[in-house]
């Protein structure tokens, strides 16, 4: 049965030029686990999550990171980028295989609004094939919340999740059960990789297939190595987490067409809501631009 040994990267960082400390950490990763077959870096961990950094892709900073997963023969998920393109500022993983090339870049769709002003949400899905292993889905933070990413993920055949994360937000402890959900209830490996030190609160977690919770790291420095076992999630999802539950099977099987998928988004009770405002101090709240 195929397995494939992942390890993550929680690195305490400040708002600064990072891309020397993560090649730097990279490197010790490979000599203490020349095993690892892929590195994952949290979100926005190489130059921060000041949208002014935006580059058009490729970039001399991706070309570095294309030169060290080629070096070390590694598939490399090196955190996300800031892409320029146009008019619009996109948060973009690339996915590098071990020849250093580029096979994919993933935009975030769910930019955190309406505090992640300036950024524009992408509109494509990512999955990839690791050849001899299995299929590889990516999203990216606050994609997490909504459970349409990664189920239509699953859907396309991802059997590992992998999901950089910058939460420094009180709301991490949610983050966590959320991570476990989508494990669970797509029956397969949820990857999440959060940063620390200035920009981040940690607490990185991988969940495995039937739900469990591999590890969940603490709020400082860590390295996250692990097997991520597709023979395990094969037989998850054939035969139900732990024997019971076959959750892919009978959404496959399933009548109905939900509503708010056939008809739209909008709906009145949604429409109620309102606007995606920030919040003010008990006053009307303030209309932000994406």
């Not at 990072?18 to 730097?24: D, K, W």
């Not at 030190?197 to 996250?224: D, F, K, T, W």
């Not at 959404?251 to 919040?279: N, T």
Request: hydrophobic share 40%; with cysteine.
């Amino acid at each position: 049965m195929a397995r494939f040994a992942i390890a993550g990267l929680q690195l305490e960082l400040t708002n600064q030029d990072n891309l020397y400390r993560i090649n730097a950490e990279i490197h010790k990763i490979m000599a203490r686990f020349p095993w690892v077959q892929m590195v994952v870096v949290g979100e926005l961990a190489t130059l921060g999550p000041e949208t002014r950094h935006a580059q058009p892709l490729p970039s001399d900073i991706e070309a570095q990171y294309c030169s060290l997963a080629a070096q070390h023969g590694i598939w490399l998920l090196p955190g996300t980028l800031f892409e320029r393109c146009g008019d619009h500022v996109f948060n973009t993983l690339p996915v590098i295989n071990p020849a250093g090339a580029v096979v994919a870049r993933y935009r975030k769709m769910f930019p955190f609004y309406p505090y992640e002003q300036g950024v524009s949400p992408g509109t494509e899905f990512v999955v990839f094939d690791v050849p001899d292993v299995g299929r590889m889905g990516v999203s990216i933070c606050y994609d997490g919340w909504f459970p349409e990413t990664t189920r239509t993920l699953a859907w396309m055949g991802a059997e590992v999740i992998i999901h950089p994360t910058m939460t420094n937000t009180i709301d991490r402890d949610l983050e966590l059960a959320i991570a476990r959900t989508n494990a669970a209830i797509n029956q397969c490996y949820f990857v999440d990789i959060n940063v620390a030190g200035r920009l981040g609160n940690g607490r990185s977690i991988v969940c495995g297939p039937e739900g469990n919770i591999i590890h969940e790291a603490g709020i400082g420095h860590e390295i996250i190595a692990f097997e991520a076992d597709f023979g395990l999630v094969r037989r998850t999802r054939e035969r139900g987490l732990m024997g019971l539950g076959q959750v892919l099977k009978s959404f496959r099987d399933s009548p109905v067409q939900f509503p708010p998928y056939r008809e739209g988004h909008a709906s009145p009770a949604l429409d109620a809501l309102g606007a995606l405002q920030v919040p003010t101090r008990g006053g009307p709240a303030v209309d932000v631009e994406p």
